[in-house]
């Protein structure tokens, strides 16, 4: 699947090396050795520790739990990543229904195309209930819905609320109210988001390896640049430095006046002596993501860039200290917008366009955000982007983004605070 920034500059990598030499005072280095910094980076994939079948065991009770209090009787998870949190099962969703049915009491059960039956049973050998669990095979010209009932009907649930998780087709879901008259279709978010919001020490280590890893990528990306070098150069760097590393990644660069749209631009771009140059994006460790930006210049700040830049830095810093347990998501977005308008670059979404920060997990992008008006207090193991930004549009933007999780007593980042515009990567 496309990540938010494939979509919004993909095209841009796919443009030909001609498109590139075009443009006036572009070095020709597309096809060079990848820069010594890069050569550098560790592979760190024997680090990873994979996520055990007790914890998913435990999530699976932790989710009866929520659906006793929410009065679901059972969940329908298909391919996506609340399938993975629960089963540590990947399955591409395709026309052919495939989900899993975790009831509020029993084992969970499954619903697959005959043909895909042994592929199944291998998946689940590690998912709670293991490859032994019940699964409701159908024909290419069967009804498969009505499995789904046949499956809630053996476990003795013939009526009640049925949550969706929110990944779910509209044509497997539709397909199920079809079947399941006497059911009454809900949202499964508050069970699903419930549980996974709230990481463990397992996931935040995978997290803290991912965070890890994209800044040292970053470090040696930046390292590596000098004018001439274009944005794609850097997103190629940056995807072999995790290469390297042993984990996928990705990044997107933008710089100069591209560095103002939050998520970029195609356009191809090249790196001059004072530009200003903004990365974004992360990396994969066992499923868990990292979401850092980075913004520098090429040589020396202007004393306007350098404004900015500790505008924002001091929004991070607000936003950091504002989150602890108990505190409205919507407070620690505040925290950061305060400092933005007081410093003169508002009122509201004037220069800081988007929200300080997304939950993230197995997602880059995950319940809950922080964002104004948002009254979910925060809890201890809830991780987050804390990202504001300014942008001024023609110009430059400058975005600082590092990860957090709320702890305790407080919330910090899994990652060093960016120094400044010249040395992003030096220790404070």
Aim: glycine letters at 10%; hydrophobic letters at 40%.
């Amino acid at each position: 699947m496309l990540s938010r920034r494939q979509f919004a500059s993909g095209f841009g990598l796919l443009l030909p090396a001609l498109a590139v030499e075009a443009q006036p005072g572009v070095v020709q280095n597309q096809t060079s050795a990848l820069p010594p910094a890069l050569q550098q980076i560790p592979n760190r994939a024997d680090e990873a520790k994979p996520i055990t079948l007790t914890e998913r065991e435990q999530r699976y009770e932790r989710a009866q739990q929520k659906m006793h209090a929410a009065g679901l009787d059972a969940i329908v998870l298909a391919g996506g990543s609340s399938l993975v949190y629960f089963t540590g099962i990947h399955w591409w969703n395709s026309e052919r229904l495939f989900v899993c049915v975790l009831p509020q009491k029993g084992a969970p059960f499954y619903v697959a195309p005959a043909f895909e039956e042994e592929r199944a049973r291998d998946l689940m050998a590690n998912a709670p209930g293991g490859k032994f669990s019940r699964v409701y095979i159908w024909q290419e010209n069967e009804n498969p819905y009505a499995l789904v009932v046949k499956g809630l009907n053996d476990l003795g649930i013939r009526s009640g609320k049925l949550g969706m998780e929110e990944r779910v087709p509209f044509v497997f879901s539709d397909g199920i109210r079809a079947a399941a008259p006497s059911f009454t279709l809900a949202s499964a978010t508050p069970i699903t988001a419930g549980c996974r919001a709230v990481k463990s020490a397992a996931e935040l280590a995978l997290m803290q390896l991912a965070n890890d890893v994209t800044l040292s990528v970053y470090h040696a990306a930046w390292q590596s640049v000098t004018p001439g070098t274009t944005n794609r150069q850097v997103t190629e760097w940056i995807a072999a430095g995790y290469e390297r590393s042993g984990f996928p990644g990705e990044a997107s660069c933008q710089v100069d006046a591209y560095s103002a749209l939050p998520h970029g631009s195609p356009q191809p771009q090249v790196i001059h002596e004072g530009s200003v140059v903004l990365l974004d994006d992360g990396c994969i460790v066992q499923g868990y993501q990292s979401d850092i930006s980075r913004t520098f210049v090429v040589g020396k700040a202007t004393d306007r860039m350098k404004q900015v830049f500790d505008v924002v830095h001091r929004a991070q810093s607000a936003a950091l200290a504002a989150a602890r347990p108990g505190v409205a998501c919507g407070a620690v977005d505040e925290a950061a917008r305060k400092v933005i308008t007081e410093a003169g670059f508002g009122p509201g979404y004037a220069h800081f366009t988007h929200r300080v920060g997304h939950g993230i997990g197995l997602d880059m992008h995950e319940w809950p955000y922080l964002v104004q008006g948002n009254p979910l207090p925060l809890e201890a193991g809830m991780t987050f982007s804390d990202e504001p930004g300014i942008y001024l549009r023609g110009e430059f933007g400058v975005r600082l983004e590092d990860d957090m999780h709320v702890t305790a007593d407080g919330a910090r980042l899994f990652t060093p605070q960016s120094a400044s515009l010249e040395q992003p990567f030096a220790a404070q």
